[in-house]
């Protein structure tokens, strides 16, 4: 079983950058795929980006794609998700999750963390 802690959230201005970490504990974390959704105010939870097991792949949603970089140390079981040119749109509550598997996912994922809220002031 995975634990999962972010950190790293707050508030920012609008056109600034912000990385969110998450810490694993509990399993073999470069097993995982590792992932970042996101929950708005009023939404409903939105994937933000995925990362395989060895960091060689990664994929985007179309909502942050070009602003956003996921990156994972391995040795330090810690994934990150740093995010530029902030708007006020991607104030939210903040997830990390893993799952089991070899490739770079969107959904269906099996261990979540407890968020990390980013509020972005315009």
């Known amino acids: 079983q995975v634990q999962l802690v972010e950190s790293g959230g707050g508030l920012v201005q609008a056109g600034n950058s912000l990385r969110l970490s998450c810490a694993a504990s509990?399993?073999?974390?470069?097993?995982?795929?590792m992932g970042w959704f996101r929950q708005g105010p009023g939404l409903e939870r939105e994937f933000v980006a995925g990362i395989s097991w060895s960091g060689a792949g990664t994929y985007y949603g179309d909502s942050v794609k070009g602003r956003a970089t996921i990156s994972r140390d391995n040795p330090k079981n810690t994934v990150y998700l740093e995010m530029n040119s902030l708007k006020s749109e991607d104030t939210a509550v903040y997830y990390c999750?893993?799952?089991?598997?070899?490739?770079?996912?969107?959904?269906?994922?099996?261990?979540w963390g407890q968020g990390t809220q980013v509020t972005v002031s315009s």
């Open positions: 509990g399993g073999t974390f470069r097993r995982y795929a």
């Open positions: 999750a893993a799952r089991m598997g070899f490739g770079v996912f969107t959904h269906d994922y099996d261990y």
